[in-house]
């Protein structure tokens, strides 16, 4: 009976260490993306435009330079995600900004592109080759 139980406690302890190394592969497997590059803002006629979101929603922010305040701010595009997949592996940012004349050109790290009418704040998708 002695000899029974030292085997139960054995495969006990094996168990726990297959679990254990299991659980920690499972956490180095995990898929985790890189942060984003920042994206330096632009500055024109005494405002700044830079980006903000969390790879689902992304904004361009218009702010006053002199006063910081936050003259307005637009959702550019909004990443749907899918719940059965690696949620961060799914995040799309803006990765660049480009000022041409009343026009901000946005361009994301799926190299889609947008521009932001700065005087009606309306975005619209166009084709990347007028854009950065």
Request: net charge positive.
């Amino acid at each position: 009976m002695k000899r029974v139980l030292q085997l139960g406690a054995r495969a006990g302890s094996c168990f726990l260490l297959l679990c254990g190394v299991i659980a920690l592969l499972g956490a180095v497997a995990a898929a985790k993306r890189i942060p984003p590059r920042p994206v330096p803002p632009i500055t024109s006629n005494g405002v700044r435009y830079s980006v903000d979101g969390d790879g689902r929603d992304e904004y361009v922010v218009a702010q006053d330079v002199s006063s910081e305040k936050v003259l307005w701010k637009v959702r550019v595009f909004r990443n749907r995600i899918d719940p059965f997949k690696e949620e961060d592996v799914q995040w799309v940012f803006i990765n660049e900004l480009k000022l041409n004349d009343k026009t901000l050109l946005v361009r994301d790290e799926k190299a889609r592109c947008y521009a932001v009418d700065l005087a009606r704040h309306a975005v619209k998708k166009q084709a990347c080759g007028n854009a950065p």
